[in-house]
């Protein structure tokens, strides 16, 4: 059986399909527009999606879309009208698009659909999944669990902003909610917002800059914006906020808290924003540590899984595999609104459907998140010729040994190999590599190749059989979406070097053996990397290995600041030429800046917006 799964209309369009309950496609939108974030219907994904199998939409059993709309208004209608006369502006802006496109998006999508060659009976194919329901599926589903409790939180869905489910088997019972406007994920978009950063795009960064503050403001929030109770669940003093009725995420009294309007983003980070983020980032931690624990006495079942926007918030993950009490954690890797479209096509397959389910026990069924295009040799070799790029073709061997040998010598290496990978993660199919023991490779890729703010951490690629060597973690964690401590052993004593520092200043000062990947609290977020679902980045790093006794790779996305991240050798080679790129690795082919035509270079410093 065939289900195509959509999710759109809000951001992070994409499309998934499964067959027989098994992930076998699924995209962004982003990714093939090249436009960051794109809301629209995911043309190019489905399309993307179908010929992966091979087939047209006549051969699809069912199509799913990720949300129910008439919910969504009807949210958005009660909240304007519990809050007349205020947020009359925002109630006459929305109503238009509403009424317009929205609230009969059962038609539009059969319209969109129906322009795929077969179409065939559309309507009749097609359910409506709700958006957290959509969010706990893709969590439960693919997990290796028979058992688990499964929770997601976000910004808001149709009206949830928090959902407990129970998965067992086939089946999906949520248990608990807590409703608009009260909401973990918006508070810290709130705080995103006044730092400066853009919401739904920006909250990594708050991640990433928390750890150069104090959580001196955590008491104030918790004082008067979010009343948290020894279950883990909350509640928002909606007199600080804006979101629910006007045209921007926090209010006057909400400034007046905090002694001064919300940062610009052309202003220079402080120490205030700095504050802010850790304060924000420990209220998230405290309200996450304290509902699972709460979940795990409640239902005592041993495994948990996570998806939601707040799901990629690898810092409180982190802290809820090595402090909470559950034994076992799964976080879907597109934890996302683009992996609603995956979640919308699982919750057709085995609630809608009721079809049987069976797990490994052991592994997970997203195939390392590798459901992206690939391109096969031949066709790379001539895509980049057709481009202008001059390379050599190596075999296997000798591309990974001088590859390693490229990294060693200090370049930054975009890596473009097999499938691209499905959620906001590179891992290994489309990445920049860089040597982690090179105390300049943090600073070299966020100023001359990302062109993105100097305080941002890079992750490490890891061999999955030495992760406890080098970090404080037992486990896997496949989709870099768990933060950990560099172990002792590995650390360096700094002294009082970096008291009077801030940004890039501090980690000029190297922190561990492996700096590049070291954020200032000695935390990184950890990607291991395993032989049966990524041989290729597996045989890169062992020979990484082999030549520097080093099992380790600094691993960020290929794409420059509010870029998507690249998804044809095209895209590839664009940005190697645009940036301060070494070598470009795609399929056997290795290109080397110095032997470019150097008319083909373009400026990506200034070409896409801020993210």
Same mark, same amino acid.
């Given at each position: 059986?065939?289900?195509?799964?959509?999710?759109?209309?809000?951001?992070?369009?994409?499309?998934?399909?499964?067959?027989?309950?098994?992930?076998?496609?699924?995209?962004?939108?982003?990714?093939?527009?090249?436009?960051?974030?794109?809301?629209?219907?995911?043309?190019?994904?489905?399309?993307?999606?179908?010929?992966?199998?091979?087939?047209?939409?006549?051969?699809?059993?069912?199509?799913?879309?990720?949300?129910?709309?008439?919910?969504?208004?009807?949210?958005?209608?009660?909240?304007?009208?519990?809050?007349?006369?205020?947020?009359?502006?925002?109630?006459?802006?929305?109503?238009?698009?509403?009424?317009?496109?929205?609230?009969?998006?059962?038609?539009?999508?059969?319209?969109?659909?129906?322009?795929?060659?077969?179409?065939?009976?559309?309507?009749?194919?097609?359910?409506?999944?709700?958006?957290? *329901?959509?969010?706990?599926?893709?969590? =439960?589903?693919?997990?290796?669990?028979?058992?688990?409790?499964?929770?997601?939180?976000?910004?808001?869905?149709?009206?949830?902003?928090?959902?407990?489910?129970?998965?067992?088997?086939?089946?999906?019972?949520?248990?608990?909610?807590?409703?608009?406007?009260?909401?973990?994920?918006?508070?810290?978009?709130?705080?995103?917002?006044?730092?400066?950063?853009?919401?739904?795009?920006?909250?990594?960064?708050?991640?990433?800059?928390?750890?150069?503050?104090?959580?001196?403001?955590?008491?104030?929030?918790?004082?008067?914006?979010?009343?948290?109770?020894?279950?883990?669940?909350?509640?928002?003093?909606?007199?600080?906020?804006?979101?629910?009725?006007?045209?921007?995420?926090?209010?006057?009294?909400?400034?007046?808290?905090?002694?001064?309007?919300?940062?610009?983003?052309?202003?220079?980070?402080? *120490?205030?924003?700095?504050?802010?983020?850790?304060?924000?980032?420990?209220?998230?931690?405290?309200?996450?540590?304290?509902?699972?624990?709460?979940?795990?006495?409640?239902?005592?079942?041993?495994?948990?899984?996570?998806?939601?926007?707040?799901?990629?918030?690898?810092?409180?993950?982190?802290?809820?595999?090595?402090?909470?009490?559950?034994?076992?954690?799964?976080?879907?890797?597109?934890?996302?609104?683009?992996?609603?479209?995956?979640?919308?096509?699982?919750?057709?397959?085995?609630?809608?459907?009721?079809?049987?389910?069976?797990?490994?026990?052991?592994?997970?069924?997203?195939?390392?998140? /590798?459901?992206?295009?690939? /391109?096969? *040799?031949?066709?790379?070799?001539?895509?980049?010729?057709?481009?202008?790029?001059?390379?050599?073709?190596?075999?296997?061997?000798?591309?990974?040994?001088?590859?390693?040998?490229?990294?060693?010598?200090?370049?930054?290496?975009?890596? =473009?190999?097999?499938?691209?990978?499905?959620?906001?993660?590179?891992?290994?199919?489309?990445?920049?590599?860089?040597?982690?023991?090179?105390?300049?490779?943090?600073?070299?890729?966020?100023?001359?190749?990302? /062109?993105?703010?100097?305080?941002?951490?890079?992750?490490?690629?890891?061999?999955?059989?030495?992760?406890?060597?080098?970090?404080?973690?037992?486990?896997?964690?496949?989709?870099?979406?768990?933060?950990?401590?560099?172990?002792?052993?590995?650390?360096?004593?700094?002294?009082?070097?970096?008291?009077?520092?801030?940004?890039?200043?501090?980690?000029?000062?190297?922190?561990?053996?492996?700096?590049?990947?070291?954020?200032?609290?000695?935390?990184?977020?950890?990607?291991?990397?395993?032989?049966?679902?990524?041989?290729?980045?597996?045989?890169?790093?062992?020979?990484?290995?082999?030549?520097?006794?080093?099992?380790?790779?600094?691993?960020?996305?290929?794409?420059?600041?509010?870029?998507?991240?690249?998804?044809?050798?095209?895209?590839?080679?664009?940005? =190697?030429?645009?940036?301060?790129?070494?070598?470009?690795?795609?399929?056997?082919?290795?290109?080397?800046?110095?032997?470019?035509?150097?008319?083909?270079?373009?400026?990506?410093?200034?070409?896409?917006?801020?993210?």
């Amino acid at each position: 059986m065939l289900i195509l799964g959509i999710s759109a209309f809000y951001h992070d369009s994409a499309a998934a399909l499964i067959e027989d309950g098994i992930p076998i496609a699924a995209a962004q939108e982003e990714r093939f527009t090249r436009k960051k974030h794109d809301a629209g219907f995911p043309t190019l994904a489905v399309e993307y999606c179908l010929k992966e199998r091979g087939i047209t939409l006549k051969d699809i059993d069912h199509i799913v879309f990720f949300e129910k709309p008439f919910l969504k208004f009807e949210r958005l209608l009660e909240t304007y009208l519990a809050s007349v006369p205020k947020g009359f502006n925002s109630f006459r802006m929305a109503m238009p698009v509403w009424i317009k496109d929205k609230l009969f998006q059962k038609d539009k999508l059969i319209k969109l659909l129906e322009e795929f060659e077969d179409a065939g009976e559309v309507e009749n194919k097609l359910l409506f999944a709700e958006h957290h *329901q959509s969010h706990a599926a893709s969590a =439960f589903f693919p997990s290796p669990f028979e058992e688990a409790v499964i929770l997601t939180m976000d910004g808001v869905g149709e009206w949830a902003t928090a959902s407990v489910a129970i998965g067992k088997g086939n089946e999906l019972k949520t248990v608990r909610e807590i409703k608009f406007p009260h909401s973990l994920g918006l508070l810290y978009s709130a705080i995103t917002y006044y730092t400066g950063f853009r919401v739904n795009s920006g909250e990594y960064k708050v991640m990433g800059l928390a750890p150069y503050g104090e959580p001196k403001y955590a008491d104030m929030i918790k004082e008067h914006l979010i009343d948290i109770k020894e279950d883990g669940s909350f509640w928002l003093d909606q007199s600080y906020f804006n979101y629910a009725t006007g045209l921007t995420m926090t209010s006057k009294k909400f400034d007046d808290l905090f002694g001064a309007p919300p940062r610009t983003a052309e202003d220079k980070i402080t *120490q205030r924003e700095m504050d802010l983020a850790a304060s924000v980032q420990a209220v998230t931690e405290e309200v996450m540590l304290k509902m699972t624990d709460n979940l795990a006495k409640t239902y005592g079942i041993k495994n948990l899984c996570l998806a939601g926007g707040v799901a990629l918030n690898c810092v409180a993950n982190g802290r809820i595999v090595r402090e909470g009490s559950f034994d076992n954690v799964w976080v879907q890797p597109a934890a996302g609104d683009a992996g609603g479209a995956l979640g919308a096509a699982l919750a057709g397959y085995y609630t809608e459907l009721g079809q049987l389910r069976t797990v490994s026990g052991t592994m997970d069924s997203m195939k390392g998140s /590798y459901l992206g295009p690939e /391109y096969k *040799q031949p066709d790379i070799e001539s895509r980049l010729k057709e481009a202008g790029a001059v390379f050599e073709t190596l075999d296997d061997d000798a591309l990974m040994q001088e590859t390693a040998k490229c990294l060693e010598q200090g370049h930054a290496v975009g890596w =473009f190999q097999g499938r691209m990978e499905f959620g906001p993660r590179a891992l290994g199919g489309r990445s920049i590599l860089g040597d982690p023991r090179n105390p300049k490779m943090q600073k070299t890729l966020n100023l001359k190749i990302k /062109y993105r703010e100097s305080f941002r951490p890079f992750a490490p690629s890891i061999l999955s059989d030495q992760v406890s060597n080098y970090f404080d973690h037992k486990g896997t964690s496949p989709y870099m979406l768990i933060v950990a401590p560099v172990a002792e052993q590995h650390r360096l004593d700094t002294g009082d070097q970096d008291k009077d520092l801030f940004g890039i200043d501090k980690l000029n000062i190297p922190r561990s053996e492996i700096p590049a990947i070291t954020h200032v609290d000695y935390s990184a977020r950890i990607q291991t990397v395993h032989e049966e679902t990524n041989p290729r980045y597996h045989a890169l790093i062992s020979a990484f290995n082999e030549q520097t006794g080093c099992p380790i790779v600094v691993n960020t996305s290929f794409n420059v600041r509010g870029e998507p991240i690249v998804c044809t050798p095209e895209d590839a080679f664009r940005c =190697f030429m645009g940036t301060e790129m070494d070598t470009l690795v795609v399929g056997n082919c290795l290109m080397r800046k110095p032997a470019q035509d150097q008319s083909l270079s373009e400026d990506y410093k200034d070409k896409f917006d801020l993210d």
